[in-house]
């Protein structure tokens, strides 16, 4: 692992949620052949090629450059905005997943929804905030009713072939 750092900008509770599934300390030591690692693995530039580091207002998510087999850190240390797109949207898939596998189960049932979130949250190191709870019952709420479309269309398809 190189000392050597990258800076990306994201949400307050998806880099709390990051650094805390990732031993919680700043900056984040990625785990080997991980998402995230394999990202940057493949997005990561030589310094070279003229690559701007965008400025970052509030608090940056920090990630240590892992040291890949045929990319130095010393030499490969740059990424390009289109990689930081790439990592982040990896990010908040892996966050959907993370919370729908840990509440889905449990979401239907009369828990008020904010106790739920909020214990979710504060079981996952993220600061339970206002601003953070509003993001995370956001994404929770897209979700539900992105799954819940799908089990409706399954349901449709599935009614009309037994009419045909």
């Given at each position: 692992?190189?000392?050597?750092?990258?800076?990306?900008?994201?949400?307050?509770?998806?880099?709390?949620?990051?650094?805390?599934?990732?031993?919680?300390?700043?900056?984040?030591?990625?785990?080997?052949?991980?998402?995230?690692?394999?990202?940057?693995?493949?997005?990561?530039?030589?310094?070279s090629e003229n690559i701007s580091s965008p400025e970052i207002a509030g608090t940056p998510l920090v990630v240590f450059?892992?040291?890949?087999?045929?990319?130095?850190?010393?030499?490969?240390n740059?990424?390009?905005?289109?990689?930081?797109?790439?990592?982040?949207?990896?990010?908040?898939?892996?966050?959907?997943?993370?919370?729908?596998?840990?509440?889905?189960?449990?979401?239907?049932?009369?828990?008020?929804?904010e106790d739920l979130i909020y214990t979710w949250m504060e079981s996952h190191g993220i600061d339970p905030t206002e601003k953070n709870f509003n993001a995370v019952a956001k994404r929770l709420q897209r979700l539900r009713s992105r799954t819940l479309s799908k089990v409706r269309v399954r349901n449709f398809r599935k009614n009309s072939k037994k009419r045909d």
């Open positions: 692992m190189s000392d050597i750092t990258l800076s990306f900008q994201c949400e307050d509770y998806l880099r709390q949620w990051f650094i805390h599934i990732n031993g919680g300390s700043s900056p984040v030591r990625l785990k080997k052949n991980t998402p995230e690692s394999n990202c940057l693995q493949f997005a990561l530039r030589s310094k450059i892992p040291c890949f087999r045929f990319k130095n850190p010393k030499d490969y740059s990424i390009t905005e289109t990689g930081r797109k790439m990592f982040l949207s990896i990010l908040r898939m892996r966050f959907d997943e993370q919370i729908w596998y840990d509440l889905h189960s449990i979401y239907n049932f009369s828990i008020p929804k």
